[in-house]
């Protein structure tokens, strides 16, 4: 007795009640910014163990010391007549809190677990990733020389290409996953980030003659390691396959167990697509080049001395033909179009020969003879869109297909069926550019303004740059300011209406007077070429004898008019959408009309 009124005597009591209530509130705070920060699971854990040895000395020191007015002293022996310190508003604040803590913790034990209904019960706000999701980040150069970058990545994306091929298992983007290359932020912050419950990560480490890849599948939720290996193996390109083919097959085994009934296990088989090493080093060079549409002389150069050490080798060609096809648009290949289109086709061939699948090289094909008939048929649209839907069968994740296919749908009419493959397209590879830019340009083609803009901000806020802003959906959104700007930056200061103003308002009332503008207009584009925007602007305000027949439909509400004219009937039978039409159907807004004409809103 007398000893629990020594520990009475010098505030041991008072000091473990105030440390309990610290502690709680400090596990709290530790908890919250942990998940907010995507610090690591054990993190609160470690914070937990810290307090508890905290615990016993704090009551040492509470023991043996005691504040004063002038400071902490040692507390003296207890005299015999001396009293204990009476209960004080500091004491009752400490008890209160302590009771309240007990009370939280006793409540947090036996209430329903309300995590588990939200998550039983979603709404339309809160939407968690799907269980069969995953990403690959971008595996780890460890080699010695730190220069094998290109391989590492190379191993990661060949890797992520046959996740994606496993039935019912969503897979990250490439360009998504691999934003976070050398990135300090945790897996859960990063899947979050992604909207993925699991993430691969590993490394690379190639010495000499001898390579050791090292991956590791983690389930983003609780940071756990679900799998991981480590294989090491003589450097060969027949190796290399073989070691993705046994990463993929253990992480669907793993993800399988985990998620039973979601997602069944199998046995992954990696085509290995050339047995020559320098051939595959030389590709995989090669490939970060042309994904960034960036030097593709430098790129064709690797990937010619690739198909000269294996004349076999259908991926190389693929991407040979590719680039060429792309050079016409982004240049860096000293040659004329019709030559590039010439190599575009004769490569792709090459890929098509081995390989009868090669998705690319069949889109690539189509895209080429489009641009190279001088005047579309209704055979050649339809062949067009049989490729495309011959290379999107191959692979429904092509997105250079489905780019494609939707503007050649949009060409004709079919604006509606384009959007679904522009945004099937965003949704495969979220940061590729240009078909978010057609998702804007043709969700205004159909009137659809606030969509449109909603795409361009979307875009904007992702840090991707929409090249095409339309003049006519800024003027029907009466984005004055905005249009001004971007009018300013298209046309520059000497165009032929007074000001920008002007336009401003022949977008606004396309069918007003503006018959003085025509000359102007036509003697302006006679002295600049390649000016977008220019021909609509003519078709708007009455110039219709200046469209080129084989632009497809003019499409957009401003251009309402124009679908009404003699002109317009004249475009569509020189461009074979009248007997496209005729033959396969017509799109939403048009149909057979009287006469022989066809009625288009």
Same mark, same amino acid.
């Given at each position: 007795m007398d000893f629990l009124t020594e520990l009475r005597r010098r505030s041991v009591f008072r000091v473990a009640a105030a440390y309990l209530v610290a502690g709680w509130a400090v596990m709290q705070v530790v908890g919250v910014i942990a998940r907010a920060s995507g610090m690591p699971s054990w993190a609160d854990s470690f914070a937990l163990i810290l307090l508890v040895v905290g615990f016993p000395i704090a009551l040492i020191i509470a023991w043996a010391f005691e504040l004063t007015p002038e400071g902490p002293k040692r507390t003296e022996a207890r005299a015999g007549d001396e009293t204990i310190k009476p209960f004080r508003l500091a004491d009752g604040v400490i008890v209160a809190a302590l009771v309240v803590v007990m009370g939280v913790v006793v409540w947090q034990q036996l209430a329903p677990n309300t995590a588990t209904v939200v998550m039983q019960t979603p709404t339309d706000n809160v939407v968690g990733p799907e269980a069969a999701s995953i990403a690959v980040l971008a595996f780890e150069d460890l080699s010695p020389e730190g220069d094998q970058e290109y391989f590492s990545d190379g191993i990661s994306e060949e890797l992520l290409n046959v996740l994606v091929r496993v039935e019912g298992l969503r897979v990250a983007s490439r360009t998504s996953a691999f934003q976070f290359k050398g990135s300090s932020i945790g897996i859960p912050a990063i899947a979050d980030q992604l909207n993925v419950a699991h993430v691969v990560e590993g490394s690379v480490r190639r010495a000499g003659d001898t390579i050791r890849i090292t991956a590791q599948l983690i389930d983003a939720s609780t940071d756990e390691h679900l799998w991981s290996d480590t294989f090491d193996r003589t450097l060969t390109a027949s190796n290399i396959f073989e070691v993705q083919d046994e990463i993929a097959t253990a992480i669907v085994a793993a993800l399988s167990e985990r998620l039973q009934g979601v997602l069944p296990a199998m046995e992954i088989e990696v085509e290995a697509t050339t047995e020559n090493l320098t051939a595959y080093e030389l590709y995989l060079q090669a490939r970060p080049l042309f994904l960034a549409r960036d030097a593709f002389d430098r790129a064709d150069a690797l990937l010619a001395q690739a198909v000269g050490l294996d004349p076999d080798f259908s991926e190389a060609w693929e991407m040979r033909g590719a680039l060429h096809m792309l050079a016409t648009s982004y240049g860096f290949i000293d040659a004329e179009e019709g030559e590039l289109n010439r190599l575009a086709i004769e490569y792709s061939q090459r890929a098509l020969a081995i390989d009868p699948e090669s998705s690319l090289a069949i889109a690539v094909i189509a895209n080429v003879e489009d641009d190279m008939v001088e005047v579309s048929t209704a055979a050649s649209i339809h062949r067009e869109l049989e490729s495309y839907d011959r290379a999107l069968e191959i692979d429904p994740?092509?997105?250079?297909?489905?780019?494609?296919?939707?503007?050649? =749908?949009?060409?004709?009419?079919?604006?509606?069926?384009? =959007?679904?493959?522009?945004?099937?397209?965003?949704?495969?590879?979220?940061?590729?550019?240009?078909?978010?830019?057609n998702l804007v340009f043709h969700s205004t083609a159909v009137g659809d303004d606030q969509t449109a803009f909603d795409y361009y901000l979307a875009a904007a806020n992702s840090g991707i740059a929409v090249p095409?802003?339309?003049?006519?959906?800024l003027a029907r959104l009466g984005k004055r300011?905005?249009? =001004?700007?971007?009018?300013?930056e298209e046309y520059g200061p000497n165009a032929p209406w007074a000001d920008n103003e002007m336009l401003y308002e022949i977008f606004r009332d396309p069918g007003g007077d503006w018959d003085h503008l025509i000359d102007a207009i036509t003697a302006f584009e006679e002295t600049r070429t390649g000016a977008s925007g220019q021909t609509?602007?003519?078709?708007?305000?009455?110039?219709?004898?200046?469209?080129?027949p084989d632009w497809g439909i003019p499409l957009g509400p401003e251009l309402a008019g124009y679908r009404q004219t003699d002109a317009f009937q004249r475009v569509l039978e020189a461009n074979g959408l009248a007997e496209y039409w005729r033959t396969y159907g017509f799109p939403p807004r048009c149909r057979e009309g009287q006469a022989g004409r066809i009625d288009c809103d």
């Amino acid at each position: 007795m007398d000893f629990l009124t020594e520990l009475r005597r010098r505030s041991v009591f008072r000091v473990a009640a105030a440390y309990l209530v610290a502690g709680w509130a400090v596990m709290q705070v530790v908890g919250v910014i942990a998940r907010a920060s995507g610090m690591p699971s054990w993190a609160d854990s470690f914070a937990l163990i810290l307090l508890v040895v905290g615990f016993p000395i704090a009551l040492i020191i509470a023991w043996a010391f005691e504040l004063t007015p002038e400071g902490p002293k040692r507390t003296e022996a207890r005299a015999g007549d001396e009293t204990i310190k009476p209960f004080r508003l500091a004491d009752g604040v400490i008890v209160a809190a302590l009771v309240v803590v007990m009370g939280v913790v006793v409540w947090q034990q036996l209430a329903p677990n309300t995590a588990t209904v939200v998550m039983q019960t979603p709404t339309d706000n809160v939407v968690g990733p799907e269980a069969a999701s995953i990403a690959v980040l971008a595996f780890e150069d460890l080699s010695p020389e730190g220069d094998q970058e290109y391989f590492s990545d190379g191993i990661s994306e060949e890797l992520l290409n046959v996740l994606v091929r496993v039935e019912g298992l969503r897979v990250a983007s490439r360009t998504s996953a691999f934003q976070f290359k050398g990135s300090s932020i945790g897996i859960p912050a990063i899947a979050d980030q992604l909207n993925v419950a699991h993430v691969v990560e590993g490394s690379v480490r190639r010495a000499g003659d001898t390579i050791r890849i090292t991956a590791q599948l983690i389930d983003a939720s609780t940071d756990e390691h679900l799998w991981s290996d480590t294989f090491d193996r003589t450097l060969t390109a027949s190796n290399i396959f073989e070691v993705q083919d046994e990463i993929a097959t253990a992480i669907v085994a793993a993800l399988s167990e985990r998620l039973q009934g979601v997602l069944p296990a199998m046995e992954i088989e990696v085509e290995a697509t050339t047995e020559n090493l320098t051939a595959y080093e030389l590709y995989l060079q090669a490939r970060p080049l042309f994904l960034a549409r960036d030097a593709f002389d430098r790129a064709d150069a690797l990937l010619a001395q690739a198909v000269g050490l294996d004349p076999d080798f259908s991926e190389a060609w693929e991407m040979r033909g590719a680039l060429h096809m792309l050079a016409t648009s982004y240049g860096f290949i000293d040659a004329e179009e019709g030559e590039l289109n010439r190599l575009a086709i004769e490569y792709s061939q090459r890929a098509l020969a081995i390989d009868p699948e090669s998705s690319l090289a069949i889109a690539v094909i189509a895209n080429v003879e489009d641009d190279m008939v001088e005047v579309s048929t209704a055979a050649s649209i339809h062949r067009e869109l049989e490729s495309y839907d011959r290379a999107l069968e191959i692979d429904p994740r092509n997105t250079s297909a489905l780019n494609w296919r939707g503007l050649t =749908l949009a060409s004709v009419g079919f604006v509606e069926l384009a =959007l679904e493959d522009f945004a099937r397209c965003v949704e495969i590879e979220p940061d590729y550019s240009p078909c978010h830019a057609n998702l804007v340009f043709h969700s205004t083609a159909v009137g659809d303004d606030q969509t449109a803009f909603d795409y361009y901000l979307a875009a904007a806020n992702s840090g991707i740059a929409v090249p095409a802003l339309p003049l006519s959906m800024l003027a029907r959104l009466g984005k004055r300011e905005l249009f =001004l700007i971007v009018a300013a930056e298209e046309y520059g200061p000497n165009a032929p209406w007074a000001d920008n103003e002007m336009l401003y308002e022949i977008f606004r009332d396309p069918g007003g007077d503006w018959d003085h503008l025509i000359d102007a207009i036509t003697a302006f584009e006679e002295t600049r070429t390649g000016a977008s925007g220019q021909t609509s602007i003519d078709i708007m305000i009455g110039n219709y004898d200046r469209y080129d027949p084989d632009w497809g439909i003019p499409l957009g509400p401003e251009l309402a008019g124009y679908r009404q004219t003699d002109a317009f009937q004249r475009v569509l039978e020189a461009n074979g959408l009248a007997e496209y039409w005729r033959t396969y159907g017509f799109p939403p807004r048009c149909r057979e009309g009287q006469a022989g004409r066809i009625d288009c809103d």
